[in-house]
């Protein structure tokens, strides 16, 4: 079983910057594919990003592309996720998960463990 807790959230101004992290404990990464995910009030949670087990390979929505980077250190058993350039479009509680199969995914039902996930509002 892993359990996930994600933190940095908060309340920043567009064009601003902020990052998000997301700690594990319980089993270690390593061996899991690691995704970054969103949901804005009303909405559908959505994919943002992705990154594989080794961190060989990065996926990102087209929304975020270019401003978001995701990251990972195994030897701190966390991933990151940098936002630059917010806007407030991306006002959303952001949830990471674990994805075992390790190679990474858009797809939401590939995830295996979820966070509880964590506030990030952009103003205006």
């Keep these: 079983q892993v359990q996930l807790v994600e933190s940095g959230g908060g309340l920043v101004q567009a064009g ?3 990052r998000v992290s997301c700690a594990a ?5 390593s061996g899991y594919a690691m995704g970054w995910f969103r949901q804005a009030p009303g909405k559908e949670r959505e994919f943002v990003a992705a990154i594989a087990w080794n961190g060989g390979n990065t996926y990102y929505a087209d929304s975020v592309k270019g401003r978001f980077t995701i990251s990972r250190d195994n ?5 990151y996720l940098q936002m630059n350039s917010l806007k407030p479009e991306d006002t959303a509680v952001y ?3 674990a994805d075992r199969l390790g190679w990474g995914s858009d797809e ?4 295996d463990y979820w966070g509880q996930g964590t506030q ?3 103003s205006s």
């Design 75 to 79: 030897a701190k058993n966390a991933v």
């Design 95 to 97: 949830y990471c998960a």
């Design 108 to 111: 939401e039902n590939r995830y």
């Design 25 to 29: 404990s319980g089993r270690t990464l």
């Design 120 to 122: 990030v509002t952009v």
């Design 16 to 18: 601003g910057s902020l």
